[in-house]
């Protein structure tokens, strides 16, 4: 299982900023319906190690994929106007705890 993070990528929303973090899925409770279900899919791809097969090759929303632990995706909530948002999902591995002492 991966640690995701969404973060505001683009954003004509009053709602979100740009640069704005949140922890899956600590914090989908400050996202706007919309774009957290536009982007639940893609979460549990990415949560599994799983890949989906478009790059956006020489564009903004270039995927990472895989370097150093890291794995990003990009979704675009369904608000048509300018009040649309980018959210960008990074996955990376889940850190293992220190055993302790007693372990």
């Keep these: ?50 890949r989906l097969g478009w790059s956006y090759k020489g564009t903004p929303y270039e995927k990472v994929i895989n370097k150093d632990g890291l794995t990003t995706e990009f979704v675009r909530c369904p608000d048509p106007t300018t009040s649309g948002v980018v959210l960008k999902i990074s996955a990376t591995k889940r850190k293992r705890a220190a055993k302790s002492k007693d372990e």
């Design 1 to 50: 299982m991966k640690d995701i993070v969404l973060e505001i990528f683009e954003s004509g929303c009053r709602k979100h900023k740009v640069g704005d973090r949140f922890r899956y899925p600590s914090g989908i409770g400050k996202l706007c319906p919309w774009l957290i279900d536009s982007a639940n899919v893609m979460i549990r791809v990415l949560q599994q190690d799983g």
